[in-house]
């Protein structure tokens, strides 16, 4: 992403990335290189997008605004 990103001239905000496992859990970390430095991604288990509340089990609760 961080060389597509630098490809078109686009530019990721790393403050705005998140990391959400899926259905597992993984002590993987993963990171973000702007500017030639490397920013750690934060690791969520929920993430509300567009109004949209997405949980890493994937089960319905109630949207917050």
Same mark, same amino acid.
């Given at each position: ?7 078109? $001239?686009?530019?990721?905000?790393? !403050?705005?990335?998140?990391? /959400?496992?899926?259905?597992?859990? /993984? ?12 920013? =750690?991604? =934060?690791?969520?288990? !929920? ?5 949209? $509340?997405?949980?890493?089990? $994937? ?7």
């Amino acid at each position: 992403m961080s060389e597509w990103s630098r490809r078109w $001239l686009s530019q990721f905000n790393p !403050e705005k990335c998140v990391v /959400m496992h899926i259905g597992h859990t /993984m002590d993987s970390r993963y990171h973000l290189v702007q500017d030639d430095q490397n920013v =750690k991604l =934060k690791s969520v288990t !929920e993430e509300n997008d567009l109004g949209v $509340l997405v949980t890493n089990n $994937l089960k319905v609760l109630s949207q917050r605004g």
